[in-house]
């Protein structure tokens, strides 16, 4: 194949006419963004591991041009990403509320997205947000589940983060 474009979910190989992944189905979308490398400082692999040393247990995101990071427990399995989020009674997991953050200014949706932490890996998917998610300048689908490494660039809507776990 010549022209060809790989699954974000699956990392299959299909012929760029495809609309859908010939492997498992998902919606094959040519929507990149670069990725926003210039808003962290230049020294943040050291301010990483300290913060990483500092916060163990924790999960940590680093939101572009904001100190210090997002820390939440990763006593919790679910992290529900959002804006003026407040936790329903019948809803499992943890609230992240970006607020703070600028995500209203940003484009981020009240229930953007979901991460889960599983033993093996860690998902997140987007939760049909009005101006999406993005995995390292990749578009997701929503509804789908997509693994998240340590390290990894977040954006949601207009609002990029890195992703760590202590």
Known sequence: MTNQRTCPKCGADNE????????????????????ATDALPLDIPEQ?????????????????????????????????????????????????????????????SRRHATLIIKPDETIIHDNNS???????GIRLVPNQSYQVHNGDQLQLGRLPMWIYFA
């Not at 010939?22 to 670069?34: A, E, R, S």
């Not at 919790?76 to 970006?98: I, K, Q």
């Not at 009005?130 to 390292?136: E, I, L, S, Y």
Request: charged residues 20%.
């Open 16 to 35: 760029a006419i495809n609309e859908r992944c010939v492997k498992c189905g998902v919606f094959l979308l040519d929507v990149t963004v670069p990725i």
């Open 48 to 108: 990483i591991k300290r913060y990483l040393e500092r916060y163990a247990g924790n999960l940590l995101l680093f939101i572009a041009d904001q100190q210090p990071p997002v820390v939440a427990s990763l006593e919790h399995s679910v992290f529900h990403l959002g804006r003026d989020m407040r936790p329903p009674s019948d809803e499992d997991g943890m609230t992240v509320d970006l607020s703070p953050y600028g995500a209203t200014i940003h484009g981020v």
């Open 130 to 136: 009005t101006n999406g998610t993005w995995v390292n």
